[in-house]
């Protein structure tokens, strides 16, 4: 088994494997489960076939955190996008003396591509511009697990307003589970980067037994946001028709705000427990078929 392991950790390297070879050593190595694209049944192998096969142009537009912000203009309005403060192509255009005290830059082609700044007078500018530069030489798609749609995203650079909520100290991300375009669960992150805790409710907010293992589950109950409605109807419009996206939100006191849509949670390597659960989302997701001799889904 350990010699298994080692050999698949130097095979996991090779991103230069057609990818329905290459998911299947990443998985296991990751899962320690078999990967089957011909017949995947649960929810993590679903998200690993969307990854070699589901290649609709639009993927790429919409896990851009800069181009997104077109699609959810048109789908829901502007007042749902957070203020936008800058954009550079180069990490050497950011010029921090003309950012506020507080704000947030993100890399747009990728995840955990983010600078936190809730004080500029602490801020190492020097660290800071060595991390932008080095997110800007980073492709996610090779960086992780072949997550298609990040692919072709060019590397880019935001500065967005710091969101913050009067009492707490980190705000609220509530992230829908949305399937062929419904949300049927939502995933509460509470205190990120402090003591982070996370919990799954139903839509009729009864909180879900599910949990992934990565993750301490908080073991409270969270209060309904009021306009809980509102929120599964802004993530049902921008989730549309795509077999699955994970819709996340903001709700500041009682503003809605978009956070961005995400096709591969995790890079579809969390497991859920129990792991029935693994089946039982996994049947939420309606893979489309594969047109005639075609290797990969171009269209919606």
Not at 286 to 294: A, Q, R, S, V
């Amino acid at each position: 088994m350990r010699l298994k392991k080692i050999l698949y950790g130097i095979v996991k390297k090779m991103k230069f494997l057609p990818p329905e070879i290459y998911m299947k050593y990443y998985y296991e190595y990751y899962t320690g489960r078999k990967l089957d694209l011909e017949n995947p049944t649960e929810f993590n192998e679903k998200i690993q076939w969307l990854k070699v096969y589901y290649h609709p142009p639009i993927l790429t537009l919409l896990v851009d955190k800069y181009n997104v912000r077109n699609y959810v203009d048109e789908k829901i309005g502007s007042d749902y996008l957070n203020e936008l403060l800058a954009v550079y192509d180069n990490a050497s255009e950011v010029n921090f003396d003309t950012l506020p005290e507080k704000f947030v830059i993100k890399g747009v082609h990728g995840f955990h591509f983010n600078l936190i700044v809730k004080n500029k007078k602490d801020l190492n500018r020097k660290k800071a511009k060595w991390l932008l530069h080095k997110w800007m030489r980073k492709n996610q798609y090779y960086r992780g697990g072949l997550e298609w749609a990040y692919k072709n995203v060019p590397p880019k650079l935001i500065a967005e307003k710091y969101l913050e909520e009067m009492g707490k100290e980190v705000i609220n991300d509530y992230k829908f589970f949305c399937f062929n375009g419904e949300p049927k669960f939502v995933q509460i992150d509470i205190e990120r980067g402090i003591n982070d805790q996370r919990a799954f409710y139903d839509l009729d907010w009864n909180k879900q037994e599910f949990y992934n293992k990565e993750n301490t589950v908080y073991e409270g109950e969270i209060q309904q946001p009021e306009n809980f409605a509102k929120m599964i109807t802004v993530a049902r419009k921008l989730a549309d028709k795509f077999p699955f996206v994970r819709v996340d939100l903001y709700n500041i006191n009682g503003k809605i705000l978009f956070g961005e849509m995400t096709f591969y949670p995790s890079d579809g390597r969390k497991l859920f427990y129990p792991e029935k659960y693994d089946k039982i989302l996994g049947d939420y997701i309606e893979l489309p078929k594969l047109p005639n001799g075609k290797k990969e889904i171009t269209s919606l």
